[in-house]
């Protein structure tokens, strides 16, 4: 069997590689296309170099040959094609077997990432700016900036506490999972916190019973204690089940199950980040100058995104921000991050929203979700359906921001509503608001029927709630 260096250059000699300041420059000329063969995802995760065709490798032959019942003119009206892949690899491939069709190539030289360390510009598919993690990182406020959310330190998992934001910036240390379990219920987190802070308790517990013969055992019951921790928002039981995966796949080839377990964990967040600023250029999108925005409990990173990515494309706006009881999460931690960021935000009570439509100030209702189920049932925090019934009847459009619908979740009675302690709702912040023998009930989220759903804002764009079980995320 040859080398794979050999496989790699066989036939390839003489094929001009070209750096990515060359590429560019000759990509002026109006004889010259830039081919890119990477597959669809690749170019949404990565990003891509303005005005390079999009082909799949597997299609050269097909789209290339003249005599093809698939040929593509587009490739009869230049003279010259540089091919481009991620590191490339596959782009030498490609040029060898387009010079095999007597066509004239040159190769980019380490692909999309040279182009992208030279400083080039890189967008989205559609066209769109393509940020950089380092770009949405220096967008975000100090709440969702990624090791603010949790973190796995010297042994210990480092939690943002939010029960003390914006008053105070600090972190609960955690030394066993189920001191993890206690502050994701106690919510010392919520949105993407609790599966954030449980992955990480994940890797704290791979290291704590290291070279035990029962690990995978061990790394099972944390799992199932955390995965109790949020009954309704199932995306932490997703999260977990990923990155045991990862241990046991160490496990089998003899290596740290821990070390996979991080080295999942940054990936998974690589990927959380890059689809976050995807959705929040969809949602900017639909923002219309002048509008005024209700949101509901703390929607995250997307929404935040949205409203600063709308405010750089020049748009006036104003985001209503309800107090969300019992925990303030609107006032506490939404009102603070849009302030931060420099968005103009109003802080109302729970009970206002339909009053300020009925007044003609708000134009949007965007919220997160925490739950959709196959058939387009909406899940986020309570309070979240009322204001989709008033926005319904006074003609404004809902979305919400989402990476996709649970598979496991057909319909709503498939949904299981997390009940709190009702001694919750007779006090705010530990003051109380009335006698501690009145009854009272605290359901934490409501269901929102898609029929009051205007759209869906995924990374790949918005999208009816009824589309969604259609594979699009």
Known sequence: ???????????????????????????????????????????????????????????????????????????????????????????????????????????????????????????????????????????????????????????????????????????????????VAIAIETMVTQGVGPWVAAVHAMAMRADQVKGRADILAELEAAKDRLVKTRPTNTLIRYRLEDVLKSASIALDKGRDPAEFIRKRIKSIMDEMYKFYGRRAQYGAKIIDDGDGILTMCFAETSFVLAMVIAKDMGKDITVYVPETRPYLQGARLTAPSLHECGIDVKLITDGMPTALMAEGKIQKYMTAADLITMDGHVVNKVGTFQNAIAAHAHNIPYFAFAWGCDRDKPDRDSINIEQRDPADIRSVRGVATTLDDIGAVYPAFDITPPKYVAGVITRRGVLSPYLLKNGFE
């Open 1 to 179: 069997m040859t080398s794979f260096d050999e496989m790699m250059h066989t036939g390839t000699e003489g094929i001009e590689i070209l750096d990515a300041v060359a590429c560019a420059k000759l990509a002026k000329s109006k004889d010259v296309l830039l081919v890119d063969i990477r597959d669809p995802r690749e170019r949404e995760r990565d990003g891509c170099i303005a005005g390079a065709y999009p082909m799949p490798r597997g299609m050269l032959e097909f789209w290339m040959h003249k005599d093809s019942p698939y040929y593509k003119s587009v490739f009869g009206k230049y003279a010259h094609f540089i091919f481009i892949c991620a590191k490339g690899w596959r782009a030498l491939r490609s040029a060898k077997d387009a010079r095999d069709l007597c066509y004239q190539v040159s190769v980019l030289e380490g692909g999309v990432s040279a182009w992208r360390d030279a400083g080039l510009v890189m967008v989205q598919p559609d066209g769109d700016k393509f940020y950089t993690l380092a770009d949405i990182e220096a967008m975000l406020p100090h709440i969702l900036k990624r090791q603010n959310i949790a973190r796995y330190v010297d042994g210990n998992v480092l939690i943002g506490n939010r029960k003390d934001y914006p008053f105070e910036k600090n972190f609960v240390t955690c030394e066993s999972v189920e001191q």
